[in-house]
Each structure stands twice: as structure tokens, then as C-alpha cells.
């Protein structure tokens, strides 16, 4: 499993930014796809997943202004997202996600990629 995350950078409050996700080495069709962000200083958290149906799921803090698709034929996943906010600053990592009770999502092969890091400043 290889996932090859872009599309980060500065950005001011409020403003917007849509990152990408490239994977390869599985059949990316058959898995649900998502996106996880790590802040400096705590822990990975989720953030959004689509499944192979294409319905979306989303972090309650997302409220929104997040946007997940993905591209079966180039093998994409992406995230929009829009009014971004101080807190949403991290590191993104896309990643073959699955969702068990009382574990919530979780990475399935537990491969991140070096993800791509979104600043956003007052």
C-alpha cells in the first residue's frame, strides 16, 4: 500500500484549500477511504471517509465545511475544505480506513504515507 498525499500549504482563516491523495499497490475500488491529521502535540484523529458506495463521513468538529471524493479510475481520494479554521493546522494523511465498535475508524493496513502539512494563519 502506497498513498502519496499533496496539495497542503498556507492558507489564511476562513480561507480554502483541497488536498489530494494518489494510492496504489491494492485494488482501490474495494476499500474506504479517508483522512486522518495529526496537530502538533496530539494525537492522529480522524477526519473524513468515503465508502465504496460513496456515502461520506465526517469528524464532528468538520461541521460542514470539509468535503471528501475520490476518483476510482486515477486511484484519488481528496478533501476540500472550506472556512478553514486556527485548529484545522496538522499534518493530513490519507489512508485505507475501517470502522469497528468501540474503536471507531482506524487505519486498516496501517500505512500513512508522509502526508502533507496545512498551515492556516490569522
Known amino acids: 500500500v502506497q498513498l502519496q498525499a499533496s496539495g497542503g500549504g498556507l492558507v489564511q482563516a476562513g480561507g480554502s484549500l483541497s488536498i489530494s491523495c494518489v494510492a496504489s499497490?491494492?485494488?482501490?475500488?474495494?476499500?474506504?477511504m479517508g483522512w486522518f491529521r495529526q496537530a502538533p502535540g496530539r494525537e492522529r484523529e480522524f477526519v473524513s471517509a468515503?465508502?465504496?458506495?460513496?456515502?461520506?463521513y465526517y469528524a464532528g468538529f468538520v461541521k460542514g465545511r470539509f468535503t471528501i471524493s475520490r476518483d476510482i479510475y486515477d486511484y484519488m481520494v481528496h478533501l476540500q475544505m472550506n472556512t478553514l479554521e486556527l485548529e484545522d493546522t496538522a499534518r493530513y494523511y490519507c489512508?485505507?480506513?475501517?470502522?469497528?465498535?468501540?474503536?471507531?475508524?482506524?487505519?486498516?493496513?496501517?500505512?500513512w504515507g508522509q502526508g502533507t502539512l496545512v498551515t492556516v494563519s490569522s
Open positions: 489512508a485505507v480506513l475501517d470502522h469497528a465498535p468501540g474503536k471507531g475508524w482506524f487505519n486498516k493496513f496501517d500505512a
Open positions: 499497490g491494492f485494488q482501490f475500488e474495494n476499500y474506504v
Open positions: 468515503i465508502a465504496v458506495s460513496g456515502k461520506e
